[in-house]
């Protein structure tokens, strides 16, 4: 095996892996009141410009207006916005109660603990991960907030932050549905 085939072998390796991170935080966050989709969309530039490339990713709506915005800082900027859309369902469930009961002379104390991401801690340590992961991945030159604005439906809220390298184009997709 070349080196070449080792390193997309890789990347393709890590790409899923990121989309999979992003299905079961979508899937935890559908325990809110509403659906999400979270997902990475890679394109290739095949030699068409960014604003090409853009275009045929979005051609599905023929409505479509594309405002773009430079991130200067992108790590910071990904760690802010993901723990919005990554931790909402979690932010409320932080319970840990303890109840007892008698039985045959003994208490018994139950000790109720809720899955709970929401320790300040393993955000920080999970979005770290997740974020040098997805940047190692993608190798943005540039990045850029995208708001997609439509006649016809696209999403309840969205955030859709594109990377851009020297051959790719990527859409981080994160979007609230109903």
């Given amino acids: 095996m070349s080196c070449m085939n080792n390193v997309k072998s890789n990347k393709e ?6 989309n999979d991170y992003l299905d079961v935080f979508s899937q935890i966050n559908n325990w809110s009141n509403h659906g999400c989709t979270f997902e990475l969309n890679c394109m290739q530039k095949n030699g068409q410009s ?14 479509v207006q594309l405002e773009i915005s430079q991130i200067d800082d992108i790590k910071y900027f ?16 932080e319970y840990v109660s303890d109840s007892d009961y008698e039985k045959d002379n003994i208490i ?9 991401l ?3 801690t393993t955000r ?16 943005p030159k540039k990045s850029y907030k995208l708001d997609v604005i439509t006649k016809s439906y696209y999403a309840c809220v969205s955030l859709d932050i594109i ?12 979007s609230i549905d109903d």
């Fill in 118 to 120: 929401a320790n300040e």
């Fill in 13 to 18: 390796y890590d790409l899923k892996l990121i």
């Fill in 78 to 93: 990904l760690i802010k916005e993901l723990e919005n859309w990554f931790f909402e369902f979690q932010r409320n469930s």
């Fill in 108 to 116: 018994y104390i139950v000790r109720k603990i809720c899955f709970t």
């Fill in 124 to 139: 920080k340590e999970f979005l770290n991960k997740f974020v040098l992961l997805l940047i190692g991945t993608v190798r």
């Fill in 50 to 63: 960014f604003s090409n490339v853009l275009d045929n990713m979005f051609s599905d709506f023929d409505d």
């Fill in 163 to 174: 990377f851009e390298n020297e051959d790719e184009i990527y859409n981080l997709h994160l």
